[in-house]
């Protein structure tokens, strides 16, 4: 079966430090992977996605970005953090075409002070 | 653009009762899935239930339901026989057919309580 890792699952940092978030995929091969942030009291929104190593697309511009070094890893990452970049992150997989349930990770809670 | 409108930011249910939670949406396109997903206090996000646009049957899972209105481009989620542990936030999600990529387009979410 497949699993999705997500870590850390909090995170306190403070503003103008560098961010790493990672997510891992198990049990699939070439999955689709995304990056959301969840505001408080909003609704998700798309922050990267990426069909495969190295393919990376960015929806939103921003202070964020991210990479796909490897199939199943996918990483978000920031060289200054901005207090606007809290909020809670979430990653998520599916397979490729023909395929259209996301599934996601536990999340990471960011907090920039 | 597509989007997604939930209307109602909070909704409360007694234990045992029925509750329905409204989602609309916007597109031009014909082919197309529709989710409801599930958040709990632990922020894990569950698929609840999913439509596709070209089955004209509503999906059923279990107590949850939903009601897809194509043509009104509505899409409301139906809880039977609520339980304590479906109170979290219920998000509504549109994903268009096709293509490479796959990202959701998600509502505000509508926080559901459900009372002893």
């Known amino acids: 079966s497949q699993t999705i890792h997500q870590w850390p699952a909090t995170l306190v940092q403070p503003v103008g430090s560098p961010l790493s978030l990672e997510c891992t995929v198990e049990g699939t091969s070439n999955p689709n992977l995304y990056w959301y942030r969840q505001a408080a009291g909003r609704g998700l929104q798309l922050l990267f996605y990426s069909v495969g190593i190295g393919q990376i697309s960015s929806e939103v511009p921003q202070n964020l970005s991210a990479s796909r070094p490897q199939d199943r890893q996918f990483i978000l990452s920031s060289k200054k953090l901005l207090l606007s970049d809290s909020g809670f992150y979430l990653c998520?997989?599916?397979w490729g075409r023909g395929k259209n349930i996301q599934y996601f990770g536990a999340g990471t809670r960011l907090s920039v002070l | 653009a597509q989007t997604v409108t939930q209307s109602q930011p909070e909704m409360s249910v007694q234990e045992a009762e029925t509750v329905t939670l409204s989602c609309t949406y916007d597109?031009?396109?014909?082919?197309?899935?529709l989710f409801w997903y599930k958040q709990p206090p632990s922020r894990q996000m569950i698929l609840v239930i999913r439509q596709e646009a070209y089955k004209q049957q509503n999906a059923t899972e279990n107590r949850f339901s939903v009601n897809f209105q194509k043509a009104a481009k509505s899409f409301s989620l139906k809880i039977s026989d609520s339980q304590l542990g479906d109170a979290a936030m219920y998000f509504c999600a549109y994903r268009k057919y096709g293509g490479s990529q796959g990202n959701l387009i998600f509502g505000k979410g509508t926080k559901l309580s459900v009372k002893p």
């Open positions: 597109t031009s396109e014909s082919d197309y899935y």
């Open positions: 998520a997989w599916n």
